[in-house]
């Protein structure tokens, strides 16, 4: 019976020292133990939490998908029945090759000589350099009417909607 009342003695002593210690801690190592937590939510998670924010409006913020032009290879330029070269206005051509070249090109990729257009106006030829006629004085921009994307689109339900499925 001894026993029992020293054992239990013992088990109530040392739950009362772990109450103890929680009901009055010892605050240096509370403290010690506190401080660098207390640190790292105070400083350093406002500046993740700013970081995480900024990613998720820069996220939010892009384009959902990204368009890229597709550069087209050189194609050889009809020809008419007397044997000349049908060049289309604004576009660039390579007279030594007889190469029709994407709008915005300025070399040739073969011979590597400058390119040459044909005004929209008057029909004189420039090289691809210069942004005006010299005949007429007409000021342009290879490329400029070149600018219209068709965009396809993926998935969804069908065009006329339910009419058609």
């Known amino acids: 019976m001894d ?13 009362i020292d772990l109450t103890s210690k929680l009901v009055l801690p010892d605050w240096n190592d509370v403290v010690t133990l506190l401080l660098p937590l207390a640190l790292l939510l105070g400083l ?3 500046v993740l939490t700013i970081l995480v924010l900024y990613w998720a409006y ?3 913020k892009r384009p959902r998908f990204r368009v890229r032009p597709v550069e087209t290879a050189p194609v050889a330029v009809s020809r008419d029945e ?20 994407p709008a915005r090109t300025a070399k040739c990729s073969a011979c590597g000589d ?6 929209p106006v008057d029909g004189t030829l420039r090289t691809t350099r210069l942004e005006t ?14 600018t ?3 965009v396809r689109r993926v998935g969804g339900p069908p065009e006329g909607g339910a009419a058609v499925a």
């Open 44 to 46: 350093v998670a406002p």
């Open 114 to 119: 400058e390119l040459t257009v044909r005004c």
């Open 133 to 146: 006629c010299g005949a007429c004085g007409t000021r342009y921009v290879l490329g400029a009417a070149d």
């Open 148 to 150: 219209a994307l068709t």
């Open 82 to 101: 007397a044997g000349e070269a049908i060049v289309p206005a604004n576009v660039p051509y390579c007279s030594r090759d007889g190469l029709l070249y």
């Open 58 to 60: 820069q996220t939010a």
């Open 3 to 15: 026993d029992l009342k020293t054992g239990l003695e013992g088990l109530f002593q040392t739950f």
